[in-house]
Structures are given as C-alpha cells and as structure tokens.
C-alpha cells in the first residue's frame, strides 16, 4: 500500500520508492532464487548476509553453528547459500547448462505427443525419441480447456509437421470411455481433421506406480551410464520449473503435492506435478527399468545362492 502512494512534491525529484524484505534462506530453488538470482530484474537486488560475517556474534557460536549443521545445511543456513542439491527433489541429476538448449525436430524420427488429461492445466508435450534419448521439444499447458481445444492447439502450432509419424502416448486412463468418447479417441479424432494422418497410439494397459515412473524417469535423466538421456527445448518452463522444485513428500519416494490454500497463494504451484506426469509416460513406456517386488528379490536370491568349499553359502551375484 506504502509503494502506492503518489511521490509528494516535497520529498524532491531524486525521490525512488525502495521495498526491503528480508527472509530466511530457501531449501528450494522458489520465487525468490527465480526473481533474484535465475531471472533478474534491473531493479531488483538479493544480499547474502552469511552468519560468518555477523560482527555481533561471538566466534563460539558460529562455531557450534558449523557443527551443528552438516555440510549442506551449514551451506545454506549459516553461509546463505542456493540450494543446489536434489536431496529433497524428485527428479535427480538435472543439470540445466548441459540439458536445456535449443532444439530441432529432426524430420527422420517419429513425433511423440505424450499427454495428462486433467482440466486445470492440461499438460501436452511433443517430444522424439532416438539415439537412445529423449529430446522434449514443446510444452503446451492449457487452462480451464478440455482435449479438443488442447488438440487444436497442437495441430496449430506444429501443422508444418503434419505429414511426419505422430505417435501419441501419456496418461493410460485416458482410455476411459465417456458420452463422448475416451479423451485418445478425441484426441486422435480431432489431430486427423486437421490433416494429421500418420497417427498412431502407443500406451501401457495400465499407469504403473508412480514411483515406479519417477525411477525410470531419473534413470534416464541421469542413468547409471553417468550419462543425461533427456534433453528440454528451453520454452518448456513449466517443466524445468518441476525439475527444480518438485519436492519428496516425507517418508516416501512420492511428490509432495500443494494444498488448494498454497495454491491459492501461489499460482505458479498448480502446475507442480502435472508436467512431469505428462513427460514420464513416454520416457516408462519406452525406457522401463525392471520393478522388483519382495517375492521376486527372494526369488533371485535362491536362484543365486552357491555353496563355497567350506559349506558356506554365497549370491553368485556378488563375484
């Protein structure tokens, strides 16, 4: 309300509004390392203030501080640091400078249009899949719309490739039928209207856990090759967004969804969750790894049980 008020002529021409805030430092890469840091403003500046460099603290106390804390969190809480580690995300090994960069559709291979069917923001990327990786080449996230006007869309922006193999994939459920019709059955409908002829569906029968999609999708993010096999166009935002702040919900290998009150205050987490649903249908569907269930890892230990010399029992797997 302050920043609002009219300049009043006595307070003279040099006069500019300034607003301070001051906060604890982010255990996540949120708003303020996107306004102050990632993306900034001319008129926008973050200070670091690092415990270290408080005068009024005694050198006792910083440091009991810095056993306190482990390495990453003295980082962060007493140096003031960004958070740079995935500890707390659930996608691992995002490396932005090497992952995100400009890319072309190579006309050789196939188009993929993998979707999440959901009404408040429907989530639609077109992706290809060659030489052992995955490239994410457009994010269309659409709000308050239903598949037909999502398709539109899609035919509008990418109508110069029409003519090339479109093979769509995403949300198994989509398969559901309704009055109208199941959302694939619309989806392809509406595509071949608009000239898209070379369409195909390729999706599993049913959506598998979703932690089992998030492990084959950080497989391929950062595989035990130690190499990236997933690549973003930079226009897809909301996704990098993902990559960057969607966190672990606690005691569990699952994302930790916003609660309609923190969406409320913040837009911008409506749309957690939703991308990377979207995203890691494709990448499971053609880049599964093996999910193992207690029986079966019982299993794989009695069929590679050996007995040494001595009598003792050994897993052959170990050697």
Request: proline share 5%; charged share 25%; hydrophobic share 30%.
């Amino acid at each position: 309300g302050r920043l609002r008020q009219p300049i009043k002529p006595e307070w003279g021409d040099k006069f500019v509004y300034r607003y301070f805030a001051h906060t604890n430092p982010q255990g996540c890469k949120g708003w303020i390392y996107e306004y102050f840091k990632k993306n900034p403003k001319p008129n926008f500046r973050r200070i670091i203030a690092p415990s270290t460099e408080n005068k009024y603290l005694a050198d006792s106390f910083v440091k009991d501080l810095k056993e306190m804390f482990d390495e990453k969190e003295y980082a962060i809480n007493v140096l003031g640091q960004d958070d740079n580690s995935t500890n707390n995300l659930i996608i691992k090994g995002f490396n932005e400078s090497v992952q995100v960069k400009p890319l072309e559709i190579n006309t050789k291979f196939p188009l993929h249009l993998t979707c999440d069917f959901n009404v408040d923001p429907m989530c639609w990327y077109v992706c290809q899949d060659y030489n052992d990786n995955t490239y994410i080449l457009y994010e269309s996230i659409l709000e308050n719309t239903d598949t037909v006007q999502a398709a539109l869309h899609i035919a509008e922006v990418c109508r110069k490739y029409k003519d090339l193999q479109w093979i769509i994939n995403g949300d198994s459920s989509g398969q559901a039928r309704t009055t109208r019709g199941s959302d694939y059955t619309l989806l392809r409908d509406t595509l071949y209207m608009q000239g898209f002829t070379k369409l195909k569906t390729e999706l599993l029968l049913r959506n598998p856990s979703i932690e089992w999609r998030i492990n084959c999708f950080n497989q391929r993010m950062f595989g035990r090759d130690k190499q990236h096999h997933i690549f973003v166009h930079p226009q897809c935002q909301r996704l990098i967004y993902n990559f960057e702040n969607l966190e672990l919900k606690e005691g569990t290998n699952k994302p930790k969804l916003p609660s309609a009150k923190q969406i409320q205050r913040d837009n911008m987490l409506k749309y957690l969750n939703h991308p990377i649903d979207a995203v890691s249908y494709l990448v499971c569907y053609y880049h599964p790894i093996t999910e193992t269930t207690p029986y079966q890892e019982f299993v794989d230990r009695q069929l590679n049980v050996a007995e040494d010399v001595f009598g003792g029992k050994y897993d052959k797997r170990l050697i």
